[in-house]
């Protein structure tokens, strides 16, 4: 009940935004994972499937991921477009290599995060096309949570880019709940998250877990080791909400 | 007199910034326009030539453009990158138009702004790179000025992404007041500014002065129609500096 009133509020802002703004269709980058399957479903419920644009945006991607990215947007009957990025990040990294003698060893960090910002500049082109296309604006809607968020766990200008954010109140739990609550299929809802980049589970990449990071969030009752863990990748990461800006002294 | 000492409050800012976190050098994108050239020259009078990289990322750009980036980075003597995103861009729109069956039209503002978000994607991939082979880190540095930010004349996960700004409390007469006195090559501090992109100048694509767009941010008389036109691209772009997110009710 707590989380099908949380589904129906967000719902409800949805729509207030789109009448505010006079918008008409959202473009969301669907990776088979809980947060754009939850994000696909409440915007088909508050917005009609037919306003609802899914792109599945594989680069050397997980065929499990691709077959749950169908199954949200059959489930909930939204059009899902495939635009691989797999040539156009391997042809970018080739012409890294031309141009710089380096060993891959030197492009893991590099390699990881150009991704993402392929498929937000993806996710926006579409959203463009697709304003000319329906004569209406589509934005580009985000699926970063609380827990994630608070962390800094998202590329800069990449992942954490968006027009609207519905989730980034959401600890992890929320979110399964609120997906839970709106028929998220269960495969989806109750995936393990990762990066489908790494080859590593969130956790396994960020070193501690969701409900712990949601205990600092809310004040709870976390071992110290763990608090000081969250608490340092949090302090570590503020530079990516906040770009440091000189100021004339006035 | 007066830009010199403000040339030199930025430059301690950014000596600051660096030695606060620590961080080695600067990835800066020159376009060949004031606002790249006064960037990267305050940046080697802080850092030292040796740990700014320049990269200039063509795309249908013009010879011009070219002079005058490579320009800078001999006048003040960093080195400086060529990234061509030609191809990168043309397999890109190829793409799109096999998956789609599209007129160029429908796709005018997309492939305008796909531009700079593939540059800044670079930028961040030379700075990843950097790091690992400097054994130290490298950050990317916005040009955006005060005048561009106010009314939003940039693209949204483009090029105000960045973790330093330096510009972005001047005005475009502060910018050229500055350039001018750290010695900026006169025929990049003069140029008219444009994106390099459109054909247009930036004050015919914004249709505002930056002189004008100055005067209402600083409370000054402008002539009615114009503040109205100026004070309505701020309020429309409001959305690119703060991203509308659902927030549950305490």
Known sequence: MKYKKLADNIIEFIRNYYKENNLKGVVIGISGGKDSGVVAGLFVKALGAENVLGVWMPCHSKDEDKRNAKLVSEHFGFELKEFDLTNMYE?????????????????????????????????????????????GGYIVAGTSNKCEIYVGYFTKGGDNVAD????????????????????VPKVV???????????????????????????????????????EKIKKLHKNNAHKFKTPTFKKIA
């Open 91 to 135: 042809n970018y990294v080739k012409q890294i290599k031309d141009n710089y003698e380096v060993d891959d060893e030197v492009l893991v960090d590099a390699n990881i995060n150009v991704k993402p910002r392929m498929r937000t500049a993806t996710l926006y082109y579409h959203a463009a096309m697709m304003s000319k296309i329906k004569k």
């Open 164 to 183: 609207i954010q519905v989730l980034a109140d959401l600890t992890v739990e929320e979110v399964i709940g609120v997906g839970k609550a709106i028929g």
């Open 189 to 227: 809802v109750n995936k393990i998250p990762d990066d489908g980049l790494s080859g590593l589970s969130d956790e396994e990449k960020l070193g501690v877990k969701y409900d712990d990071i949601a205990k600092v969030i809310n004040g709870e009752k976390v071992a110290q080791n763990v608090k």
